[in-house]
């Protein structure tokens, strides 16, 4: 069922199998998997994640390499909703442990907001990251390239920049190291600091050795057309020739909610999982990029299998077995 502020009052009393935070790849597949188990699910979703901003879904197979990920999410939404999930566009606010369930606290509408509470035995976070990106103050001008030629993950679409003039966007000295990963996929590589940092001289002299130009100058404006870079204008006046790029900046993880839970294992902003994205805390499974490991959409997916099934044989093993009740000889 899907939910609004309107009819929402219709399950806040439900006690649900598993409350999903986060509706990306991730979370609607182990919506799926949940509801086809026959458990009793509800995805919050918060809206224009990560996913929603690819636009090339390049290496997904059985997928166009051309279908962006919001129609991925609008497919899994669907089909979540037919097998019997519930689904609520809000922002998790908070989660408490009661013991044998969570309270999750809602912010539904951002206007006239209400804060409704719902239960559930188990909690799969799915909430996933936000890449930073260079600010500008236009930053329409960053939107016309970000998730086309201007790229946030080097293993999605290192491929796209193969032997073209890129550029390498990074927030500190360490994100500069990217550029000896992205050589792999081509050689003419500049690297901006958007004037956020000093570079140390041993990283100049590093750059150097690999004919990389460094620019310390902050970026003024994006160049191109129809979504297709052709160069980056700095404040000092110089422009950066470039068809493509790596914006490496670090993202924010969505786990606020998760940092009063008890018994949590981190990794820096990651969540510690077993095999079966199950964290330290034996209710809580963590998804995608919220878990230590890799970040690709093909992983979310899987994740959200394995927590959906991990979560369905705990509460199967603790029910009582269905029985052929005509069958039973009557003592």
């Avoid at 986060?22 to 998997?33: D, E, Q, T, V």
């Avoid at 820096?268 to 095999?275: F, K, R, S």
């Amino acid at each position: 069922m899907k939910l609004t502020s309107q009819n929402l009052n219709e399950r806040v009393d439900t006690l649900y199998d598993v409350i999903i935070a986060g509706g990306g790849a991730g979370g609607l597949s182990a919506a799926i998997y949940l509801a086809r188990y026959g458990l009793k699910c509800l995805i919050i979703e918060k809206g224009k994640g990560r996913s929603f901003w690819m636009q090339d879904l390049r290496n997904y197979v059985g997928l166009d390499p051309d279908t962006p990920g919001r129609d991925i999410q609008k497919h899994g939404v669907e089909q979540s909703l037919n097998w019997g999930a519930d689904y609520l566009r809000a922002y998790v606010e908070d989660i408490t442990d009661l013991g044998d369930r969570f309270a999750v606290k809602l912010k539904v509408g951002k206007v006239d907001s209400t804060y409704p509470i719902f239960h559930s035995k188990y909690l799969i976070a799915a909430t996933g990251i936000i890449d930073y990106l260079p600010q500008l103050d236009n930053m329409q001008n960053v939107y016309d390239y970000a998730g086309y030629t201007l790229h946030v993950c080097m293993i999605c679409d290192g491929f796209d920049m193969w032997d073209q003039k890129a550029v390498l966007i990074a927030a500190s000295e360490p994100q500069m190291n990217a550029a000896f990963v992205m050589n792999w996929f081509t050689p003419y590589v500049s690297v901006l600091t958007h004037g956020l940092f000093p570079v140390s001289d041993a990283m100049k002299q590093k750059l150097a050795d690999h004919g990389y130009p460094l620019y310390e100058s902050a970026i003024a404006k994006f160049h191109g057309k129809d979504h297709h870079l052709s160069g980056i204008e700095l404040t000092d006046g110089k422009i950066v020739e470039a068809t493509t790029g790596l914006i490496n900046m670090g993202s924010l993880h969505h786990n606020h909610y998760l940092k009063g839970i008890e018994g949590l294992t981190w990794d820096g902003e990651n969540l510690v999982t077993n095999d079966m994205c199950q964290t330290s805390h034996e209710r809580i499974f963590a998804l995608g990029d919220l878990k230590k490991g890799l970040n690709q959409v093909s992983i979310a997916v899987a994740d959200g299998t394995l927590a959906a099934t991990q979560i369905w044989r705990n509460i199967r093993r603790a029910s009582p077995a269905r029985k052929w009740e005509e069958n039973l000889v009557k003592t």
